[in-house]
């Protein structure tokens, strides 16, 4: 029910702009194209635009927050560190108890570099203020060939097979599927992945070879436990691209040649955004 005023001098509205009778009204009410066009930028302000690369100013996820990759390693160790709390008793039995975890380390070393080459490093190494700031390293060289764990991805149909079940921190067997129907040998045996979040820049290894079944699913298990729940239909992928790590030092060292060639070694640890 309306029962209103009206400025207009319509049927059913006496001259004072009253109703004349109550029940249901129907209004139109017509609106104007938004002409408003927004002011040019001043050039002074254009002028004043610069990226200053904040992403470097705190531990969250930023896709550009990458290591150096213009100079690519000469030569790289990788430590797998599992901790375990190991007791022996007098007749010498040797008790342990597994940490349920692995920390992973990364040491490459580069071959000499003029000064042009090697002071990005020298100015990312001190932007990640010590070893607070995590950032991507790459595992391929910027043509796309592997350099870390290289010849150990099994190719399959696809590289982003999706997690088929919400699964809980804690758990080693994984569910997935989007292969072929009884595609043979999607996974192998110590294949390197990128999965759920975890302390080891997110990459996983897989534990048990296996092949699709019928419908293109797997099951199998990791050498570890997630760190983390895995949504349903969550990616994972194969063939890694990069890893999240930090500096394992508070120091960068290098050494300078009199000829001005750089040398440097450095050693990450493999890590997750803070």
């Known amino acids: 029910m309306s029962r209103g005023w009206n400025s207009d001098n319509a049927d059913g509205v006496n001259s004072a702009g009253l109703f004349t009778t109550n029940g249901f009204k129907a209004f139109q009410i017509d609106t104007e194209a938004d002409t408003y066009t927004p002011p040019a930028t001043p050039p002074a302000e254009q002028e004043d635009q610069f990226d200053t690369w904040d992403y470097w100013a705190d531990g969250s996820y930023d896709p550009n927050k990458y290591w150096p990759s213009h100079v690519m390693p000469k030569s790289a160790n990788v430590v797998y560190n599992s901790p375990t709390i190991v007791n022996k008793s007098q007749s010498g039995v040797k ?29 990312i190494a001190q932007a990640a203020h010590g070893q607070s700031i995590p ?24 590289t982003t097979p999706r997690w088929l079940a919400t699964t809980e921190a804690g758990s080693s ?9 009884n595609e043979a040998n999607v996974f ?4 390197v ?33 997630l760190r983390d729940t895995v949504y349903q239909w969550t990616e ?39």
């Open 193 to 225: 992945v990128i999965s759920s979040p975890n302390e080891n820049g997110y990459l996983h290894t897989i534990l048990t070879p296996q092949s699709a079944n019928i419908y293109g699913e797997v099951k199998l298990r990791s050498s570890l436990p």
């Open 135 to 158: 950032f991507f390293f790459k595992l391929r060289r910027d043509d796309g060939t592997n350099i870390l764990w290289k010849d150990w991805y099994k190719s399959a149909s696809t």
């Open 173 to 181: 067997i994984w569910s997935l599927g989007g292969f072929q129907s």
């Open 236 to 274: 994972i992928f194969k063939d890694p691209f990069h890893a999240v790590v930090s500096l394992d030092s508070d120091n960068f060292e290098y050494t300078v040649d009199t000829k001005g060639y750089y040398y440097v070694s450095v050693a990450f640890d493999l890590d997750d955004w803070k």
């Open 95 to 123: 008790y342990t108890r597994a940490g349920g975890h692995t920390k992973w380390r990364l040491e490459v070393e580069y071959p000499p570099m003029v000064a042009e080459d090697f002071k990005l490093f020298a100015a």
């Open 188 to 191: 192998e045996s110590g294949e």
